[in-house]
């Protein structure tokens, strides 16, 4: 196969797998259908049963439900106002499930879960290709699909797994295109991978092409910089100019028309400034979102420490990360010779990982779902692992790794119910049974010990499918322990308060950033009072004429508005219902609804 370092001339020789067999071609499509057919139940089987959870689901739902209300699918809004947090293309992607499919929990996450099976499957392709190797390619989905942080990410409806499913495919590509042995398939890789750079920047912004051009750039400087140029085809050269003319058609428009639309105004300070007042779309989409997050905390206010990333990388990665150093150093096998030759792939997979994480643990936003994009490198350099541990089980010492794994589950067979008395003892669960959460800690401890008793008797590989299958029955606790654990969102209030509804009253959410999903499952918008939350105020001073009716700006403005004669339904959090009552005092609120964190109140 082709590598950079033989100055991309391809080898004369049929590549061969690591058992000795030419490339076989057989099983793709089956493997393909397998693992999309087990992604779909694991991925989308139980994601009715959960509500959505505030504050990410309910807005990421709320934006693409106005674009089909209102037909707007240029400026993203959120209860009316522009949100110019992000790029629309997963808000369209959302969209469009919506009117496809209507309103709801499964419709809602179709998008986000698909990308997450895409992820897996574009995975299991480059592991296979790279690898000559089936067994790798499915170990590689197998632990990719299982890792908890990914899988969760692929319940959650945010923009972080399509960034993710795209950055990775666009990495993935860069490599296959390094790999390729004809000019062609070399080029159409990197073709590819602009395509998938654009999608990147149009789920997230300027990192879908920042993150691969360094990782591009740390390779060839490992590599040896020069050697890749030396015999670069015109072909290469053409490949490229045709993908960045298709990187300039799928991500200029967008950009261009959502700044024509929102202009600076008379008051804006000029791009370098801090102040946010009278600034435009360009201002707040590259300035404020792309470079003052990143090196400013008090703009981000989502500072952490350091060893942030490590910490959510570890616990991420699990079930996986037990093994996550044997795997590195499987790959750093023969040294930095080999690493830089014939194994260079291994060393483009580790770039990948470190970069990423170096460069989100530098920034001063730092949010736990910022670091799946690591997961498809780390999950082919684990699969090539678990490959060579199959492929001579006792010599490469399969069987202590599945007893490593049988004691890891005993010992965590604790955890559920462990959790389950902690969250009840704190009121935090929401209709709460303990039923799911022993389920779960049988599961566990029992397919431990099966999978213990298949090791000891000298059956590690049955051991091991154990182990998968097993992670993978641990996932499907998800969603139920969901429904109990999260934080109870607007939906089933919404039910009690349309039923209440009898003369369209006005309906105002005290603390708006805790009740993001009313909006959508109400289908209107809705009052908010104190002031918008502090990622829509932006938006909100740029068109706070239009809004002034909506918003409240003040708690004088909010006791005369409680106080004003006419009935009007409150959405409020449980712990600020003292607060609401003491702004309407004299007057007597109503109580009609209250889950674990929200209630619903009424002022006659």
């Not at 990775?168 to 750079?197: N, Q």
Request: hydrophobic share 50%; glycine share 6%.
């Amino acid at each position: 196969m082709y590598n950079p370092t033989s100055n991309f001339a391809p080898q004369k020789n049929r590549p061969i797998e690591p058992s000795g067999k030419p490339f076989n071609k057989r099983g793709w499509l089956s493997d393909m259908l397998l693992i999309a057919f087990g992604c779909v139940v694991l991925y989308l089987g139980l994601t009715w049963l959960r509500p959505l959870a505030n504050p990410d689901e309910g807005r990421y739902s709320e934006i693409p439900y106005e674009m089909v209300q209102s037909g707007d699918w240029i400026t993203p809004r959120l209860n009316g106002v522009p949100y110019f947090y992000k790029p629309p293309l997963f808000y369209w992607m959302q969209a469009t499930s919506i009117e496809a499919f209507g309103l709801g929990r499964v419709s809602l996450r179709l998008a986000n879960s698909l990308m997450a099976i895409f992820a897996v499957l574009f995975t299991y392709a480059a592991a296979r290709i790279l690898y000559n190797s089936r067994r790798t390619a499915l170990f590689s989905a197998a632990v990719l699909s299982t890792s908890v942080l990914f899988f969760a990410m692929g319940q959650i409806i945010t923009l972080d797994m399509t960034l993710s499913a795209f950055l990775s495919a666009a990495l993935f590509s860069i490599l296959l295109g390094f790999e390729a042995d004809s000019k062609r398939s070399r080029g159409l890789w990197f073709l590819a991978a602009f395509v998938f750079m654009a999608l990147s920047l149009m789920t997230k912004g300027l990192i879908g092409v920042l993150i691969p051009g360094a990782v591009v750039f740390l390779y060839w400087l490992a590599t040896g910089f020069m050697r890749p140029f030396r015999k670069i085809a015109w072909s290469d050269v053409a490949w490229c100019l045709l993908g960045i003319a298709v990187f300039a058609a799928i991500t200029v428009p967008w950009h261009v028309m959502a700044s024509a639309a929102n202009p600076p105004l008379d008051t804006a300070e000029g791009l370098m400034s801090k102040n946010p007042q009278g600034q435009g779309f360009f201002w707040y989409y590259f300035i404020h979102e792309h470079f003052l997050r990143y090196i400013d905390a008090q703009t981000s206010m989502r500072a952490q420490p350091w060893y942030f990333f490590i910490v959510c990388l570890l616990a991420g990665f699990m079930p996986w990360t037990l093994i996550l150093w044997q795997s590195l150093s499987s790959a750093a096998s023969g040294g930095w010779r080999n690493m830089r030759g014939g194994n260079a792939k291994a060393l483009y997979l580790c770039i990948w990982a470190a970069f990423v994480l170096l460069f989100f643990s530098i920034s001063k936003s730092k949010l736990v779902p910022y670091i799946v994009p690591i997961f498809p490198a780390l999950a082919v350099l684990v699969g090539a692992y678990l490959s060579k541990l199959w492929k001579d089980p006792v010599r490469s010492k399969l069987k202590p790794t599945v007893l490593l794994y049988a004691a890891f589950g005993v010992v965590f067979s604790v955890v559920p119910p462990a959790a389950y008395y902690i969250l009840l003892s704190k009121g935090k669960l929401e209709e709460p049974s303990a039923g799911i959460f022993w389920a779960v800690s049988a599961v566990v401890l029992i397919s431990s010990v099966v999978a213990g008793i298949f090791a000891v008797r000298g059956r590690p590989k049955a051991g091991l499918i154990t182990v998968i299958s097993a992670a993978a029955i641990f996932l499907l606790a998800f969603n139920p322990i969901g429904a109990q654990a999260q934080r109870a969102g607007c939906e089933e209030l919404v039910g009690v308060l349309k039923n209440l509804r009898t003369n369209n009253e006005l309906v105002c959410a005290y603390g708006y950033g805790d009740a993001q999903d009313l909006p959508l499952w109400l289908g209107e918008l809705v009052m908010v009072a104190v002031q918008p939350p502090v990622e829509q105020r932006f938006g909100f001073f740029r068109e706070e004429e239009r809004h002034k009716d909506r918003y409240i700006n003040s708690y004088e403005g909010f006791s005369a508005f409680l106080k004003s004669g006419k009935k009007i339904f409150i959405v409020c959090r449980v712990k600020d219902i003292p607060v609401v009552e003491t702004f309407a005092s004299p007057l007597k609120l109503k109580e009609h609804y209250r889950n674990s964190r929200m209630a619903l109140l009424s002022t006659k």
